[in-house]
């Protein structure tokens, strides 16, 4: 993936997305000692940075692929993102989802345009279901974060905000699938001025820091974590630019991850997923690391059902 | 008050507040039918916009009364506007709390640097602690919203909102004191193009619309809102320009309040107070009036318990 990969598809998503703002809050550079410039991808289209990567991913589709339209298997953010991005371009896409997630789940995914249909709620079911969408239909099967163009799209959300201060001297993600990561190595790489990227990642859910010590992919056997967004793990697409270009990854706990959440909430006065709270958990935990430092963080959702908050 | 008051109040207090971000978002303007401009005083220093007010009516005292210090009595956002004001400036802030004020509100007061003098849970007590303290220190007391120079401070929000797209056909602010209101449409006057100031106060603490009404200042009986920055009424300072500029005044009950925050919270992902609620309230609920108009609304205020949410 080259510099101009990266360029061409932000100017090709850009119609399609919002530059999101940046803020910063005093108290909270108090709290840790270093300047954070937080990326609010929350406030991204449907409310989490996949936007970018799925329409990056439907728009580079051919034109006879994208009449037979797009499908995937996901209960989170992508299946939104898949939805809302297809109905922007004049896509059909179909979203295999299972029969468990919750209604505002399924309520959401339908009201942006997207086909819903309800399989067992286990990974076999989900494959199949897409695989049979995909076989009947000839529709293209988009996976949410192990997908070059995905890849790519996620990456703008770095690129935008080393154009927004250039002089950021660390880029903190979450790690789920690996997409936001890979992205956002590739955009430190090359518009960042010897910025380096490290994740964050539930200590429940530690397979891309078990991957980066082994140097193979590496599985969960469990994923209790409340960071539903990370219980994914990482593919073969993104996990050679994540080995590559990524400096390290800090595990966090539980505790730590509401702890933080909350202290974003009520110092930024933003609206986040449990997810994005991990990079400042970090930021917590390691203050000498940081200190002094510019430091971006990527929000990367906001999507919360807030009748069911962990505070 | 003259174009030249509100551009001087404007350059003044700048270096000392943030110009706020605005927001939109597709989902609320299909559900209005208009097209909302969101005044993100949210996220301005301390929280609320009050931070205006506080910081013109600090740097307009002479210098002698500079020296002295600064009293208010207040249980809401103007005593942590004021400490911080104060504490921006290098002046002494002196705040008069009833006791039975949160926890939460005390100990904001005094991290940003105000001196807390606690009193018995009344109005009598609080303006008789504040006397004391402006007669013992030589401090000068500032009200919270019947101020010419708080009000002034105060426009600035929806000054930069017409700056940011001057064709805004209505400006909604909530309705407490009169502070934002009064200001806002001395900033509609002077910044806008035919742009009129409407308000939304709760049906619960009404003497706004019924001032509007009567022609003369009205008090409350009681005041059980969940709304609760609202709770005050208007001075002999703010009401001649409300009732000389401000075009109507719309009531919303206790239940529009929660369901509009929820909508806030949930769409445009930002945290807000119960009060910042009700300008889209009034919208959602005179969907006629504001079709296909340019609507802004001024999000006062983002200092909520995350442990008492009314949903």
Known sequence: MTKKNLIDCHNRIKPFIHNTPVLTSNQINEMTGSEIYFKCDNFQKMGAFKMRGATNAILQLSDENKKNGVVTHSSGNFAQALSLAAKSIGVKAYIVMPSSATEIKKTAVKGYGGELIECEPNLKAREKA???IAESTGATFLHPSNDIEVILGQGTACKEL??????????????GGGGLIAGS????????KNCTVIGAEPFEVDDAYRSLKSGKIETNETANTIADGLKTQLGDKNFPIIKNEVKSIIRIT?????ESMKIIWERLKIICEPSCSLPLAAVLKNKETFRNKKVGIIISGGNVDLNNLPF
């Open 254 to 258: 539980e505790e730590e991850i509401i």
């Open 185 to 192: 190595a590739l955009a430190a790489k090359y518009f960042g």
């Open 162 to 175: 080393l154009e927004y201060n250039d002089s950021i001297e660390h880029v903190l993600v979450p790690v």
């Open 130 to 132: 897409a695989n049979n």
